[in-house]
């Protein structure tokens, strides 16, 4: 019981693999995709502030660090599966928010229970922190996608992936989107050129979309 039993519950999140059912030269974990959207964020918010945006980085740690936590009950579900309706999506979402609700109440004492609704909740809103969290999840979904299509994986979840991420991406209105556009998204396509994928066309594509 208490917090033994989150610290624990921790190690459940290595033991999920993202985007199940589908052949990967390289299978990442919940936990390692967490922490690479914390890594992501950091850059994200300095280039934020270096454009003179406030930037409150102990709620940023808590929402990207915590993000995903929620999958710990129901695991990563299919994106197609996922977003294949909002009603589906916000009953999906429904369900794991009630689950860590339950978790808090279950197992976390009293008088941390507040600290813990507020950094295991979705994060992702219209405040600079979660626009920033949003990128940063997606940016990571870009970079799997990437290496799977540059390794010559044909199977179309990824290009799917690749061009829904960048479509996200750069429809969210900060500074640091631009300066991915600009600066970052070149480098990965001149990456890709050696891909038998040609993931220049699927970017162009997903940028005039």
Excluded at 8 to 29: A, N, V, Y
Excluded at 87 to 105: K, S, T
Aim: charge should be negative; hydrophobic fraction near 40%.
């Amino acid at each position: 019981m208490g917090i033994h039993t989150y610290f624990q519950s921790l190690t459940d999140l290595e033991r999920i693999i993202r985007c199940p059912g589908r052949f990967k030269f390289q299978e990442h974990s919940v936990s390692a995709h967490s922490w690479k959207v914390v890594q992501y964020a950091k850059t994200l918010a300095d280039i934020e502030e270096s454009n003179g945006v406030v930037v409150d980085w102990k709620k940023l740690y808590e929402i990207t660090s915590s993000h995903d936590y929620g999958e710990i009950f129901i695991g990563d579900i299919k994106t197609p599966v996922k977003h294949y309706s909002l009603e589906l999506r916000a009953m999906l979402q429904q369900v794991e928010e009630g689950m860590v609700a339950h978790f808090i109440d279950e197992h976390i004492p009293h008088q941390f229970q507040d600290i813990f609704r507020r950094q295991l909740r979705e994060g992702k809103d219209d405040s600079v922190e979660g626009k920033i969290l949003e990128v940063a999840d997606k940016l990571d979904q870009i970079y799997e996608a990437f290496t799977e299509l540059q390794l010559g994986n044909t199977e179309k979840e990824f290009i799917t992936m690749y061009r829904n991420a960048l479509i996200k991406i750069k429809g969210i209105k900060l500074h640091c989107v631009n300066y991915f556009l600009e600066h970052i998204l070149p480098d990965i396509v001149r990456a890709g050129s050696i891909s038998p994928i040609n993931i220049e066309q699927i970017t162009n594509e997903a940028l005039a979309s």
